[in-house]
């Protein structure tokens, strides 16, 4: 049984673009995606590659039954030998050897798990993580070989015994009963010679029609198989110009695929990229606790005729699982910045998903358990064959509980906009403000007021108090509010910048001064463009949140408002 992928579909939005999704399911394990993207190559591509690792997964555990049932075979033939030799003793120990070594396969297998779990970022090191554009394409021939030439039957000859003629005695003296026989071999020589060349025919016809229809085939093969190098070669060349940031989303997507992990991993992950400042934001689903194996070994215990396990301790399994995440968080980075061929990444930030079972409700959840911000410059000299996982984490200031393993959700350093994949959204919303009204050319009065307003309903949920400042740009503080909350709350600074261009360090430096001179807590900054490099930088491991464009859309829409943000009409208009 083998993965399926349905047809490629096509959708548009509401601007008009063209999406594309496909169905891939396998029966055998009960699995089913909706793969979806802008090109469908690429989601050719995605479905082909979710469908191997479907296979080969199924392919191991028919591998698993099929050992299983050799077990079983292999101990029937024990029992029929003890039957039949009636040698029990003998028997008796065979039965039990192949019981050690069942145990012994079943370790080897179990510490096989174990190790490709200790060494999730040792192995990446080994491997370079730059596509190979020339291995993606489909070089092969068409696999179905032509159909073979038929078998003529040998064709009759007139010397042969059935029609060479036979005179008796007699017939040398009767000139008509030997022209009799004569006529008679003749006459059925030729109605065997001419049934020979009606089935050569026939045989060479249906030769002739197959060979037909296997040409047509192979054609169609050629043709499917030119399309998709074609789109390969394309996709390269999208990516190598370096202007698209669909492009770029689609490299980095093969990058991620290619890299192996164990079947059990999700490796689902999403993907946005913002071509202005060059981040690539990574929201990476990352495998349960639960799903971690724990076997170490398994022994045969020949005095109780029974197999025992021995498992990891809990505390064992939690350093483990802590571990391997600082590590897949490491590796997904390092990969990236790898294959950067065109330097197209200066930041990528991880932010590492887990499902699970909230104890408290019983429903599940997917949460945000550990966030991570890279300068490509700053992790490029680090020695990944040397550092620990954790202490490397927290020295690029990641966030993350002090125990991963308590799936403790955290707010990630930098969002994906769930509504809109860009960072900066230009589709058309309603509620209070008009659906035509671009946030980005609203009065700075308008826009300030907007934004304490906002943040007052943000925090008033929480019993916050939110006191505002006049409009008049009062010491560069939009907004003050004062949090309640012991462990997070305190004096919070607000500034509001209705920008069409990209905010550079220099107001985020003026952030952190305010805050400093005002005694507050933290400080946020909201912008309806977005951040530089060197901003995120600058703010990394301080008490500063940058909110870009998606962001503020997002969170006026959990406040029952609805904008647009639309940078380039905004330039437009302002004459930039």
Not at 20 to 32: A, P, S, T
Request: contains cysteine; aromatic residues 8%.
């Amino acid at each position: 049984m083998v993965s399926e992928m349905g047809k490629i579909q096509t959708t548009r939005t509401a601007k008009g673009l063209k999406k594309y999704h496909v169905e891939v399911r396998h029966k055998g394990l009960g699995k089913y995606q909706l793969i979806r993207g802008d090109n469908p190559y690429v989601v050719k591509q995605k479905a082909q590659s979710q469908m191997i690792q479907w296979d080969s997964k199924w392919a191991a555990e028919q591998e698993k039954k099929q050992k299983a049932a050799s077990l079983q075979k292999q101990k029937q033939q024990a029992a029929n030998q003890i039957k039949a030799a009636k040698k029990e003793k003998e028997a008796k120990a065979a039965l039990i050897a192949m019981k050690k070594e069942h145990a012994g396969a079943q370790t080897a297998d179990a510490q096989a798990a174990m190790s490709a779990l200790k060494n999730i970022l040792a192995h990446t090191q080994q491997v370079d993580a730059k596509i190979k554009w020339e291995l993606l394409k489909d070089r092969s021939d068409y696999p179905v070989p032509p159909p073979k030439q038929p078998e003529i039957p040998r064709e009759p000859q007139k010397d042969d015994g059935e029609y060479r003629v036979e005179y008796g005695f007699w017939d040398q003296f009767s000139a008509s009963k030997r022209a009799e026989k004569e006529q008679t071999a003749a006459l059925a020589f030729q109605a065997a010679h001419t049934r020979w060349e009606k089935e050569k025919q026939a045989l060479m016809d249906q030769h002739a029609t197959q060979f037909a229809a296997w040409k047509e085939e192979e054609k169609a093969f050629v043709a499917s198989r030119d399309v998709t190098n074609a789109a390969i070669e394309e996709q390269k060349r999208d990516y190598f110009l370096g202007k698209d940031s669909q492009a770029i989303v689609d490299y980095c997507d093969l990058v991620l695929s290619n890299s192996q992990y164990p079947n059990y991993f999700p490796q689902s992950y999403e993907l946005d990229y913002n071509l202005e400042s060059k981040i690539l934001v990574v929201d990476y689903q990352l495998p349960s606790l639960e799903s971690i194996p724990t076997l170490l070994e398994v022994r045969y215990v020949q005095s109780r005729d029974e197999y025992t396990e021995k498992h990891i301790s809990q505390t064992q399994l939690n350093q483990l699982y802590d571990n391997l995440l600082y590590e897949i968080a490491l590796r997904t980075i390092h990969e990236l910045f790898e294959a950067d061929q065109i330097d197209v990444l200066t930041i990528v930030v991880f932010n590492g998903y887990v499902n699970s079972v909230d104890p408290a409700t019983g429903q599940e959840s997917n949460s945000c358990i550990l966030s991570l911000q890279a300068g490509k410059a700053e992790f490029q000299q680090i020695n990944l064959a040397r550092i620990d996982p954790k202490i490397c984490f927290k020295n690029l200031k990641g966030i993350g509980s002090s125990k991963l393993y308590s799936l403790t959700p955290i707010a990630p350093l930098l969002k994906i906009n769930r509504e809109d994949s860009r960072f900066v959204s230009s589709y058309d919303v309603a509620y209070s403000i008009q659906e035509t009204d671009n946030l980005a050319v609203m009065d700075w009065e308008d826009f300030e007021h907007l934004i304490r307003e906002i943040f007052e309903k943000e925090f008033a949920v929480t019993g916050g108090e939110v006191k505002v400042t006049q409009a008049s740009r009062d010491g560069g503080v939009d907004a003050v509010v004062f949090d309640p909350d012991p462990l997070r709350g305190g004096k919070i600074i607000i500034q509001a910048k209705r920008y069409s261009n990209t905010v550079g360090v220099s107001a985020v430096r003026d952030l952190y001064g305010t805050l400093m001179n005002e005694g507050a807590n933290k400080g946020i900054l909201v912008t309806t463009s977005d951040y530089g490099p060197d901003a995120y930088e600058f703010a990394k491991g301080k008490p500063l949140v940058l909110l870009n464009g998606g962001n503020l859309l997002h969170l006026l829409e959990k406040h029952g408002h609805r904008a647009r943000i639309d940078l380039k009409e905004a330039k437009q208009m302002m004459g930039k």
